[in-house]
């Protein structure tokens, strides 16, 4: 699919367009070929490309692509919903309220001892 450029119309910018031989101005001009063509949509009569304008395409997407019908929750099923999210968005672990899990292990995954130790002893 192609998306030619109009051409300037005007006396000075007649060229030969279609299939038939055809002395007009103005007309569209395929971007893979550089043929030139009166009216879109069509199929260029040189290369077989498609030529649309994107205006055209826009309007015509919700028919190629069909959004899927609307369907309203009720509040119980929003909740849960809600809750199920909430659930997957905590970090292993952690319990609902945020606080960390009885293995020793912080919110964070990091350790308890070994969060709070700031200096580290080597023996050597």
């Not at 999210?85 to 672990?93: E, I, W, Y």
């Amino acid at each position: 699919m192609g998306f030619p450029q109009r051409a300037a119309a005007g006396e000075g910018n007649a060229v030969f367009v279609g299939e038939l031989p055809e002395l007009r101005s103005g007309g569209y001009t395929c971007p893979r070929c550089k043929a030139r063509t009166q009216e879109l949509p069509c199929k260029c009569h040189v290369c077989g490309l498609m030529l649309i304008s994107s205006p055209h395409l826009a309007r015509s997407y919700h028919h190629l692509f069909p959004v899927q019908p609307y369907e309203e929750l009720d509040k119980q099923t929003l909740a849960q919903l809600a809750a199920a999210a909430a659930a997957a968005d905590r970090p292993p672990g952690a319990t609902a309220d945020g606080a960390a899990a009885e293995d020793g292990m912080a919110v964070d995954g990091i350790p308890q001892a070994a969060a709070g130790s700031g200096s580290s002893s080597s023996s050597v």
